[in-house]
């Protein structure tokens, strides 16, 4: 597999000594392309290398910093927001993604851009939260009747929400997978192991082992190029943390839970891609316990081929023939493991003819 220079040095920080000024370009327009200039400045910095980064090359990743940390404090104010709106609905504010990653200042945070925010609900609850959240500001902007359904009867959340007034973008939802999705991970159970935020009371996010769960599930349901390689280095990152205090408790108590919650080929995934592109340590005797997950040989081979042209920045300088042939393919699989075929048929061919009549926030999850 030929890698990009911003896996090289995410992966070995130090490859920066001596670059070249032509190779900083390209790593800085990757890091660019990937929606990893902020993750590449903080990499650096963490490994003591900013000494080494040229002028013009720092200037690009200081503001990727900045920008970074500016939405991290806008995050942080709106989750004050949505939890006085939850609280009134006596309902638990558990955060996911970006958002539980930046209120935990976990590692994956760091220098982490993202456009929306994720919450986690009791399905029973959906109709008063969303409720509450009208009050309290958010809308549900004008989409077609189809989406409407498509939404509330097929998916795990609500059609996607934002502010009236700071146009942040909301989407709640009440599992991590779609009720006609293959996999069936239990939400209530989700909900009972959450964890609260240290400093931030009725703030919670999810177990460490279920965080990497569904980050893994998102990264390999969703069949989206545009953020994969930022969301294999938020799974390196997972891992690598909850992983380093007592890492035979973590994963044994991590592939326990892929069992329960029916997540053992998304795990899989996961760990054969973050040590295939970021070399990140896994116990062997984890290695061995996930080798009865591993998917048959010509699976492997498919899976590995596909995911090796969407874990490249999307930029000019990293294209690989097949590319685009793998981009679609991923795609309708994401479609396939979420719907039936009949389903998924109707839906494709709605969406080939006639298209949405307004683009949503997450437009790109049809």
């Not at 597999?1 to 896996?7: D, E, H, K, Y």
Request: net charge positive; with cysteine.
């Amino acid at each position: 597999m030929r890698s990009a220079i911003l896996t090289e040095v995410l992966r070995q920080p130090e490859r920066i000594r001596g670059l070249p000024a032509a190779d900083w370009d390209v790593l800085i327009r990757q890091a660019r392309h990937a929606n990893m200039l902020g993750r590449l400045h903080a990499r650096l910095a963490t490994a003591g290398q900013t000494p080494e980064i040229p002028e013009d090359a720092a200037r690009h990743l200081i503001a990727g910093a900045h920008l970074a940390a500016r939405l991290h404090h806008s995050v942080r104010n709106e989750v004050i927001q949505i939890k006085a709106a939850l609280d009134a609905a006596n309902v638990p504010l558990v955060l996911l993604k970006g958002a539980a990653y930046v209120a935990a200042t976990l590692p994956a945070s760091e220098g982490r851009i993202f456009s929306d925010i994720d919450i986690l609900v009791p399905r029973s609850a959906l109709g008063t939260v969303e409720g509450r959240l009208m009050q309290h500001g958010w809308i549900t902007p004008p989409i077609s009747a189809y989406d409407q359904h498509y939404y509330r009867q097929w998916m795990h959340e609500l059609p996607p929400m934002q502010h009236i007034f700071r146009g942040t973008a909301l989407d709640v939802h009440h599992a991590i997978l779609p009720p006609t999705a293959r996999y069936h991970p239990d939400p209530r159970s989700l909900l009972a192991e959450r964890v609260e935020v240290p400093g931030l009371p009725g703030v919670f996010t999810l177990s460490p082992a279920d965080m990497v769960l569904h980050a893994a599930t998102h990264l390999f349901h969703e069949g989206e190029a545009d953020n994969a390689l930022r969301d294999l280095s938020d799974l390196d990152l997972l891992l690598r943390h909850w992983g380093a205090g007592q890492p035979e408790t973590f994963w044994s108590g991590l592939l326990a839970r892929a069992r329960q919650q029916q997540l053992t080929h998304q795990l899989w995934l996961a760990v054969h891609f973050v040590r295939r592109i970021f070399d990140c340590p896994v116990p062997p005797a984890a290695m061995q316990s996930l080798a009865s997950f591993e998917p048959g040989t010509m699976h492997r081979k498919v899976l590995t081929v596909l995911y090796d042209r969407i874990f490249l920045p999307q930029h000019a300088s990293c294209r690989q023939a097949g590319a685009s042939v793998a981009r679609t393919t991923l795609y309708v699989r994401g479609h396939w493991l979420r719907m039936p075929a009949h389903l998924l048929a109707a839906h494709l061919l709605r969406k080939a003819f006639a298209p949405s009549r307004i683009a949503s926030p997450q437009a790109d999850h049809h």
